[in-house]
Structures are given as structure tokens and as C-alpha cells.
């Protein structure tokens, strides 16, 4: 009993998925500074004090933001640009608790300023950075100052952390359960049109990639079957054993990058892609790093090989 008790004392004061949050983090930030600075050109029409949604509609709604207590260009300047220069340095890393407050307070007045601005993607991101605050999002250097901490506090604010993933954990699996669950009561996804028919509108596909698919009925219709079938059983999947949790994550991450590719929608898929990266484990995450370094030296070598080859042969070639 005193092993089990130690165990499990050891289990929930370790701080778990620190490398994968630090993932989680860098992807998240990077689609919100996407979005921000692609919007640049027009933030004014979209988030101004006069742009396209009045700010009383947005009052009406019960939505709340910051865009709503600006009434001045220069205001409204100062909270754009300090939306991202708060998404930057949270993308970085530096000041971590206190950026990731504020990246959720300013950007979630954006999409109050402008609702429709919103994919869906958005609305899950935001709750995960609200899961965030109780989560060790700092990296390396976070780790260190943990280290100087008394041992009981340390344990605290593991359990803290270990708290705030658990929540993303279970968020994302209702998401991915939900979603599946919704299409099971649709006609189209029963009888396996749904994709199709979506696609053929062209309101979600990219224009030259979606015409194959689009004459490949069977193919549509296996992949509406695959979509229910997987969402329904992600929580499942990662819950079973660690080689499931890989097998739906490689299928995960493959499917949001499809929905990228042949929907357009890119800043949803890439939410979806952070919010999975939660699921990997700091050894994994350490083994992926390690192998990507170690191709990377082998790339860097052979390229320099070829150009020291080729730096040789002219040498050769211009030798009387």
C-alpha cells in the first residue's frame, strides 16, 4: 500500500506534458499572429469604432471587449498592435503567465469586436488558453526557477499544472466526441453524402484541388464514414494505451492538414493541431526533437559534401 501511495504521490506531483505545452503554445501563437497580422491592412473596417459591425450590435449580443471601451483611432491602434506584440511575446516565451492572460483578454476582443470573424477553431483555443493559466507554458527556463522553489511547493504547483492539461485533455475529447456524436443524427453524414455536397458548394475548398476529389464519389464517401467513426472514438483512442494515442494522433494531425489543404480552413485546422500536440509526452516530444535534429545535421552535411564536391570539380575545370 505504501508503494501504490508513493506512486502515486510521485504520478501527480510530476509535472507531465511540459515539452508538448511548449508546442501547444508556439502553434497557437503563431495562428493568432496569422490572423492578426493578416487582418492588418484592414483592421480598421473589421475591429474599428466604425468598422462593418456596429458596436452596438455587439453591445446588444451581451459581448464584451476591449475594442468596445475605445473610441479613438490612436486607441484603437495602441490595442491593436499591442495584441501583437502581447501574441509575440508569448510565442517566445517571455513573461508567460502574464502574456498568456493578456493574449486571451485581447484576443478575445477581437473576435467580440467582429463574431463573425470566428471558424470554430478559435472558440476552443480560447478555452485552452483559459486552461493555460494553470499550466507550466515557459519552457527550459521555467523549469530551472521551479527547481529553486521549496519541495512542497513544487508539488502544489505540479498538481496545479497537471490540473489545467487534464482540463485541455478533456475539452479536446468532448470536441472531437461532440462533433462525431452531431453528425451521427445528419441524413448526409449517415448515408455518406456530406462531404460532397460540402465540397461542391466551393464555400469550404480551394479552388484546383478539389475537383479530383470531387469525381471520386467512393472516396468521399469512405472518408464521411472515417471522420464520424474517428472523432467518435478519439477519446477512446488516446485513452486505451500509448500506441493507440499515436495511431489517433498521426490520424488527427493528417486530417486537420487535409481540412487545411482542401477546405481552406487554415487557422481552424491549425488550432486543432495545437490542441493534439497536448497529448504528446515530454519523451516523445524529446525523441521527435532529437530525430529532427539528427536529419537536419545529415541534410546540412550532405549539402555541404555536394558543394564542396562541386567547389572541387570547377577547381579541376579550370586547371591548365
Not at 467582429?114 to 478555452?127: F, K, S
Amino acid at each position: 500500500m505504501n508503494d501504490r501511495l508513493r506512486q502515486l504521490h510521485r504520478i501527480v506531483t510530476t509535472m507531465h506534458g511540459q515539452r508538448a505545452l511548449v508546442l501547444w503554445r508556439v502553434v497557437t501563437g503563431c495562428t493568432i499572429l496569422a490572423q492578426l497580422l493578416s487582418s492588418l491592412p484592414q483592421r480598421h473596417f473589421l475591429f474599428g469604432p466604425d468598422g462593418v459591425y456596429p458596436e452596438a450590435f455587439a453591445r446588444d449580443s451581451g459581448l464584451f471587449g476591449l475594442y468596445s471601451l475605445v473610441q479613438s483611432d490612436v486607441g484603437f491602434e495602441l490595442l491593436y498592435f499591442g495584441s501583437i506584440a502581447a501574441t509575440l511575446a508569448w510565442t517566445l516565451g517571455l513573461f508567460v503567465p502574464i502574456t498568456t492572460l493578456l493574449v486571451l483578454v485581447l484576443w478575445r476582443s477581437t473576435f467580440d469586436r467582429l463574431p463573425a470573424l470566428g471558424d470554430g477553431g478559435d472558440n476552443l483555443a480560447q478555452l485552452l488558453l483559459i486552461y493555460g493559466l494553470l499550466t507550466q507554458l515557459g519552457g527550459t527556463a521555467a523549469e530551472r526557477w521551479m527547481k529553486r522553489l521549496p519541495a512542497w511547493v513544487r508539488d502544489v504547483r505540479a498538481m496545479v499544472h497537471n490540473t489545467g492539461l487534464a482540463a485541455m485533455w478533456i475539452q479536446v475529447c468532448i470536441v472531437y466526441f461532440i462533433a462525431g456524436a452531431a453528425k451521427m443524427h445528419g441524413e448526409a453524414w449517415r448515408n455518406g453524402t456530406a462531404l460532397y455536397y460540402a465540397l461542391g458548394t466551393h464555400k469550404y475548398s480551394m479552388p484546383g484541388v478539389i475537383d479530383p476529389l470531387l469525381d471520386a464519389p467512393i472516396l468521399l464517401t469512405l472518408l464521411a464514414y472515417a471522420t464520424v467513426v474517428f472523432q467518435v472514438g478519439f477519446p477512446f483512442l488516446v485513452l486505451l494505451n500509448r500506441h493507440a494515442r499515436r495511431v489517433a494522433l498521426v490520424v488527427a494531425f493528417s486530417f486537420h492538414l487535409g481540412i487545411a489543404t482542401v477546405m481552406g480552413l487554415t487557422t481552424f485546422a491549425f488550432f486543432m493541431i495545437a490542441a493534439d500536440l497536448t497529448f504528446l509526452s515530454d519523451s516523445e516530444v524529446q525523441a521527435a526533437s532529437s530525430r529532427i535534429r539528427q536529419l537536419w545535421a545529415r541534410v546540412t552535411k550532405g549539402s555541404l559534401s555536394i558543394l564542396e564536391s562541386h567547389n572541387n570539380t570547377n577547381k579541376n575545370d579550370n586547371t591548365p
